[in-house]
């Protein structure tokens, strides 16, 4: 990352925090199951480690699609609508994502990956006053939920997962429509950002990305996500996950700090006393003025203090055990 770069991070960075920025998330496709919701819900919930039961209408819920081994293919957020659920998933692990929900359902639901579809986030703590002005009545959605909503006489679904740590709005609308929203957005002085700005922000609000905390080879255990698995019916990798949350034989991943401007970047090797670990996500805070991330640990520590390998050189940190921004 080249000065130019780092200025650019910084900048949008702040502005997202004084404001409000828009993704023009690309990455996140829709995938609707339709069909005998009480029958979908039993089969979904065998690759879903939530309970699907206990869903509201329009309520959404973060999960994720197991393996057999514990691990995760995907990380998603699952809302329950009118005819089944809608799935919002990561672009690039759509393919085999849709593979793996078809094989569940056995071809007895209609499963549908929405490519005519686009979703904008709008993130920030002023994103509700700014999508208000042309979405009437979006402020009154409550957190973690979802609904339809109309946009110049054409329904949009929306919900409210603020995904970024902020609060936040996330529209699903027909991709004709992106410039459009784009324009109104742009025009109210809020600059679209990229997954830089999108990394620091969600490693401050202390939450874990997939493809670096969540993969095929870390668990929802091990990633400390614990309280997202619900479901007590049997799904892949349960019995895994069950030996893994009665005891403490699995590896850890921990928040780590370091107290300069020194940075832990994901592969750096790193040490508690003699358990072995290595960085998942690392970077500067530009709010805390400090190095901050995730490492994943052989085992659980024996203690919060944590020597880095950083370019040859040994820097201490600190494990920390409450957010890093609250």
């Not at 404001?19 to 990455?27: A, F, G, K, Q, R």
């Amino acid at each position: 990352m080249d000065l130019y770069d780092k200025i650019f991070l910084i900048k949008n960075f702040f502005l997202k925090k004084k404001i409000s920025v828009s993704y023009e998330t690309l990455n996140l496709l829709v995938n609707r199951c339709n069909g005998n919701r009480g029958y979908l819900k039993n089969e979904l919930e065998k690759i879903i480690p939530i309970d699907l039961k206990k869903i509201k209408l329009n309520q959404s819920k973060y999960s994720f699609l197991t393996n057999e081994k514990g691990g995760i293919y995907d990380d998603l957020i699952v809302t329950k609508v009118e005819k089944g659920f809608n799935i919002i998933l990561n672009a690039a692990c759509k393919n085999n994502d849709f593979k793996i929900i078809s094989g569940s359902l056995k071809n007895k639901f209609k499963i549908t990956l929405h490519k005519n579809l686009s979703l904008i986030a709008l993130q920030g703590p002023k994103s509700s006053q700014i999508l208000e002005k042309i979405i009437s009545g979006v402020s009154s959605l409550k957190f973690m939920n979802g609904n339809k909503f109309s946009y110049n006489s054409r329904d949009v679904y929306i919900t409210r997962s603020g995904y970024t740590g902020e609060d936040g709005f996330e529209i699903m609308f027909n991709n004709s429509k992106v410039d459009e929203i784009l324009n109104y957005i742009v025009s109210n002085e809020i600059k679209p950002c990229g997954l830089g700005s999108r990394d620091t922000l969600r490693l401050e609000a202390s939450l874990p990305l997939y493809g670096f905390e969540l993969t095929e080879e870390i668990s929802p255990v091990e990633a400390n996500l614990k309280w997202v698995i619900t479901n007590e019916d049997d799904y892949l990798g349960k019995d895994v996950l069950d030996n893994e949350l009665n005891s403490n034989n699995h590896k850890a991943l921990k928040k780590f700090i370091i107290n300069s401007k020194n940075i832990a970047r994901t592969g750096t090797k790193v040490k508690n006393n003699n358990i072995n670990g290595v960085v998942s996500s690392g970077n500067y805070s530009p709010i805390l003025e400090k190095s901050i991330g995730f490492a994943l640990f052989d085992s659980s520590p024996e203690s919060d203090l944590l020597e880095f390998d950083i370019r040859g050189n040994f820097i201490e940190g600190n494990i920390i055990n409450k957010r890093f921004l609250s």
